[in-house]
T-cell receptor, first 111, second 112 residues
Framework: DQQVKQNSPSLSVQEGRISILNCDYT??????FLWYKKYPAEGPTFLIS?????DKNEDGRFTVFLNKSAKHLSLHIVPSQPGDSAVYFC??????????FGQGTELSVKP | DTEVTQTPKHLVMGMTNKKSLKCEQH?????MYWYKQKAKKPPELMFV???????INESVPSRFSPECPNSSLLNLHLHALQPEDSALYLC???????????FGSGTQLSVL
């Protein structure tokens, strides 16, 4: 049972345009979400998070939106840059130190 | 210092070898983790240590043996691995559960 889902395995965007990465979850008890970015052969790096008491959190070019009623969150990157090309994982803590990851979306930003 | 340091970066071992992966953090984090990641898949949790005590073992085979000598160090001892154990092994730490994880750059392990 996949509690955190990223249904798009890949996304290709032109440099300067907006990238929108989507994530759905099934467990209504999740109250905190994180986005990680991963380059090949490196560890994931934390990007941005959002608590369920908010519906938006912004950090520079990165904004995460949370729609609790739809159990959906999205990561917006504006403007997209070639260095943003990576795999993006959304994740939710499920208790006891377990972090449930989505399957990831590979973003490719073309110059 | 916001780094989690893992050594070695690369490791090739035979199925009869014994080796160890090492992880170190100096952020005062109380939770430390081992994850395994295959290419283009999400990280899979293996072990969680909280205050130097093992709190989660995700039914990992006994050929993987974790050790937490102190609050800054985490080891993963490997013995009699199989080729399917080849993967990127990631260490992570967090201030506490529900806090963001800081990941190391990983050890790329190949089992021949």
């Amino acid at each position: 049972d996949q509690q955190v889902k990223q249904n798009s395995p890949s996304l290709s965007v032109q440099e300067g345009r907006i990238s929108i990465l989507n994530c759905d979850y099934t467990n209504s008890m999740f109250d905190y979400f994180l986005w990680y970015k991963k380059y090949p052969a490196e560890g994931p790096t934390f990007l941005i998070s959002i608590s369920s008491i908010k519906d938006k959190n912004e950090d520079g070019r990165f904004t995460v939106f949370l729609n609790k009623s739809a159990k959906h969150l999205s990561l917006h990157i504006v403007p997209s840059q070639p260095g943003d090309s990576a795999v993006y994982f959304c994740a939710a803590p499920s208790g006891g130190g377990k972090l449930i990851f989505g399957q990831g979306t590979e973003l490719s930003v073309k110059p | 210092d916001t780094e989690v340091t893992q050594t070695p970066k690369h490791l090739v071992m035979g199925m009869t070898n014994k080796k160890s992966l090492k992880c170190e953090q100096h952020m005062g984090h109380r939770a430390m983790y081992w994850y395994k990641q295959k290419a283009k898949k999400p990280p899979e949790l293996m072990f969680v240590y909280s205050y130097e005590k093992l709190s989660i073992n995700e039914s990992v085979p006994s050929r993987f043996s974790p050790e937490c000598p102190n609050s800054s160090l985490l080891n993963l001892h490997l013995h009699a691995l199989q080729p399917e154990d080849s993967a990127l092994y990631l260490c992570a730490s967090s201030q506490d559960f529900y806090e963001k994880l800081f990941f190391g750059s990983g050890t790329q392990l190949s089992v021949l």
